[in-house]
């Protein structure tokens, strides 16, 4: 299994402001994603954070405004930048661990005032 | 592309009853699939996973899943509902290979538990 810490757990921030929101793994992986979860909604895929190069953007999502970070194998930033109240969220974090299995964090809940 | 489908955003069950929650998804390739629940609150939490080997899931809590090539299903189930069963489930689909990881979420099955 791998266990993920995200942090900040919550905050609520300004509009305008940005936030970086950390995701650390007990071990290393090769597969880090960062995922968005709107209010009542499902969840969608924001990008892969590949180790040591650019991350890799779905549709809809742009670098300016979700810049990630992946220095090594085990840790990953994404910060939310410019916010608006759009921007209110829970933004997870998802690795691919041995065997396999896809574990998420405990999400960052993200509130835009 | 590939996309997830749930069939019902709410299902009520009294305790003790069937739970059966649907999904069926659309691939062009023979999927992996998943299940996770969110309680409220808190993050995702997988249930079961489906990656080509047996059919016929079974995951934590009780619950278990079948895999169904023909009617491009992947319900879930548990025999008898508990209490503690109420969250909000999420069938996802997987990409293969180098886009293994990446999950295609349905859009969430809220399940109701009364006494």
């Known amino acids: 299994s791998a266990v993920i810490s995200q942090k900040p757990s919550r905050d609520i921030c300004q509009r305008g402001t940005s936030l970086t929101i950390q995701c650390q793994v007990d071990?290393?992986?090769?597969?880090m994603f960062w995922y968005r979860q709107q209010p009542g909604q499902s969840l969608t895929l924001i990008a892969t954070a590949n180790q040591g190069s650019e991350a890799t953007y779905e549709s809809g999502f742009v670098i300016d405004k979700f810049p990630i970070s992946r220095p090594n194998l085990t840790f990953s930033t994404l910060t939310v930048s410019n916010m608006s109240p759009e921007d209110s969220s829970i933004y997870l974090c998802?690795?691919?661990?041995?065997?396999?299995?896809?574990?998420f964090g405990e999400g960052s809940w993200l509130t835009v005032v | 592309a590939q996309s997830v489908t749930q069939l019902g955003s709410h299902v009520s069950v009294s305790e003790g009853a069937l739970v059966l929650l649907r999904c069926n998804y659309s691939s062009s390739v023979p999927p992996y699939l998943f299940w996770y629940v969110q309680y409220p609150n808190q993050g995702l939490q997988l249930l079961l996973k489906y990656t080509s080997a047996a059919t016929l899931v079974k995951g934590i809590n009780g619950f278990e899943a079948e895999f169904k090539k023909s009617e491009t299903s992947f319900h879930l189930t548990k025999p008898s509902a508990h209490m503690s069963d109420a969250a909000e489930y999420f069938c996802?689909?997987?990409?293969?290979?180098?886009?293994?990881?990446?999950?295609?979420f349905g859009q969430g099955t809220i399940l109701t538990v009364h006494p």
């Open positions: 996802a689909v997987s990409g293969k290979s180098t886009s293994y990881g990446k999950l295609t």
């Open positions: 998802s690795v691919v661990a041995v065997g396999n299995t896809i574990y």
């Open positions: 071990s290393q992986v090769t597969m």
